[in-house]
Nanobody
Framework: QVQLVESGGDLVQPGGSLRLSCAAS????????MGWYRQAPGKQRELVAS???????KYADSVKGRFTISRDNAKNTVYLQMNSLKPEDTAVYYC???????????????WGQGTQVTVSS
C-alpha cells in the first residue's frame, strides 16, 4: 500500500511560480516511477510530467520549458516546480506512484488527494 500526500497548491498571479510536493510512504519510493497529473473543471485528468527512478523525465507539450519534475529519494518526495504560470494551468494537481517498465513511467492505482492550483489576477 502506498500513501501519497500532495502540498504546495495556492492562488498565484499569471507569470508566477509554485513548487508542489508529493510525499510518499509505504513503499520503496526509489524504485517507483512518479507522475504528476492535473484535472481542470469539466476536463479529463492529464499527465503533466513523469520521472523514472533514474531521473529521466518527460513533459506534456503544454508545460515544456516551464515545469520541472524532480525527486529526492532520501525524503521519499517528488516535486513539480512550476514557473511562468498561466490561467490555463489552473487545476487540481495529483501525483501518482507508478511503475517503471520498458524504460518509462506507467501509472498505477496509487493517487494522492490532490492540491489546488489557481492562476488568476
Amino acid at each position: 500500500q502506498v500513501q501519497l500526500v500532495e502540498s504546495g497548491g495556492d492562488l498565484v498571479q499569471p507569470g508566477g511560480s509554485l513548487r508542489l510536493s508529493c510525499a510518499a510512504s509505504g513503499s520503496s519510493f526509489s524504485i517507483n516511477a512518479m507522475g504528476w497529473y492535473r484535472q481542470a473543471p469539466g476536463k479529463q485528468r492529464e499527465l503533466v510530467a513523469s520521472i523514472t527512478p533514474g531521473n529521466s523525465t518527460k513533459y506534456a507539450d503544454s508545460v515544456k520549458g516551464r515545469f520541472t519534475i524532480s525527486r529526492d529519494n532520501a525524503k521519499n518526495t517528488v516535486y513539480l516546480q512550476m514557473n511562468s504560470l498561466k490561467p490555463e494551468d489552473t487545476a487540481v494537481y495529483y501525483c501518482n506512484a507508478g511503475h517503471y517498465r520498458y524504460g518509462g513511467y506507467y501509472p498505477s492505482d496509487y493517487w494522492g488527494q490532490g492540491t489546488q492550483v489557481t492562476v488568476s489576477s
